[in-house]
């Protein structure tokens, strides 16, 4: 007959510290004293907040910290012996964060971040340094927030090889790309809305321009295909350039748009690692993720395609994938930090636009007067470039109009080619506009 477990056979505490006490911070905090019981049914091992880390001490961030050590410097916590784990919410990719982080795995302690610029540009390097020393360097909360799509490529797909991922991976573009849709208004107005609501930063530009993305589809590119992390290698193109004009077209052909990240294999083996703004059926899967909403779609090849979507940002679904690290580091479930060892990541092999094919939207405001269109129709014939459809709005005499067409498959690097030659005709009085088209496995 087994005897009942003692206090002292049970395990000691996970013991923590919170560094960085923002939204995020603080929403940790709350989930770690509300769910205090809960939580402990389901590890069997309390996690216990020990220390607590931020800039200034004096700020009522609405929940109790008197029970924490306070720590002025958040270096302090990597030297405390009674830690084993720091949650790294502070944020940026070098200085602080990135100081911390590094001090922490030297000295053998997981670390828990949310941190998607530092592991975008750091990644590579503190994977191996966590796996040397011994700690976890555990990121859920780092992608898409509350989709657990960390944990799903690298635990529940581990037995697939994926050929591709497609992400709507930044909740502000999505929301300004869906309200320009619905109410019709311009990129700059919708996006003064977006920051009076909160959701864009006053400094927008690493959403608008991709960056955030980036950083994401970084990751998730590296988890994926078991390749190293190379941020410098993702081709970005963010979303100031999306005119009202160019999702109403999109819409009337069936399409809407959308900043797309793209990780996904091509014929000639290369790999596609793109942020851009594409279009994407109107029914489909992809094409009904609207407002701030997250979403990603994976195609592995024994477990067929799938589809996440949730809330990629704000305290909440952040914190929450923050805890849920916290649970698994506390029960002792340590992963590779990128699916495989570190030591096996490899160097990947990426597509140059040569290699990048499909069918394209390209949008060209020209004169309206005849020959224009023979003229352009001869640079696409000449670059080989074939159109399913094409659309000229309005009867405008010697001013300008729209012109829009939908190409057959073609080649990324023969319609760059064309659309430079385009450009240069008198009567194209504007930069042709021009988004691939995307379209996700059966989805
Ligand atoms: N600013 C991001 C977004 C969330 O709008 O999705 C944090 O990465």
Redesign the pocket.
Known sequence: MSSPVTAAEKDPPYKIAVAGLGTVGCGVVEILQKHEGLLARRTDRPIEIVAVSARSKGKDRGVDLSAYKWMDDPQALTADPDIDCVVELIGGSEGVAYDLVKAALNAGKDVVTAN?ALLAHHGDELARLAEDKGGALAYEAAVAGGIPIIKTLREGFAANRISGLHGIL???CNYILTEMRESGRSFDAVLKDAQDLG?AEADPTF?IDGI?AAHKLAILTALAFGVRIDFERVRVSGIRHVSDVDIAFAEEFGYRIKLLGVARQLEDGTLLQSVEPCLVPRHSAVGAIDGAFNAVFTEGDFVGPGAMVGL??GRGPTASAVVADLVDLCMGQKRPVFSVPAKNLTPADYADSAAVSGHFYLRLSVLDKPGVIADVSAILRDCRISIEALMQRGRDPGQQVPVVMITHDARQADLARACEQMAALSTVLEPPRLFRIEKIASL
Do not use: L, Q, V
Request: overall charge negative.
């Open positions: 998607k930044n909740g502000t959701y959403d955030d990629g940002a």
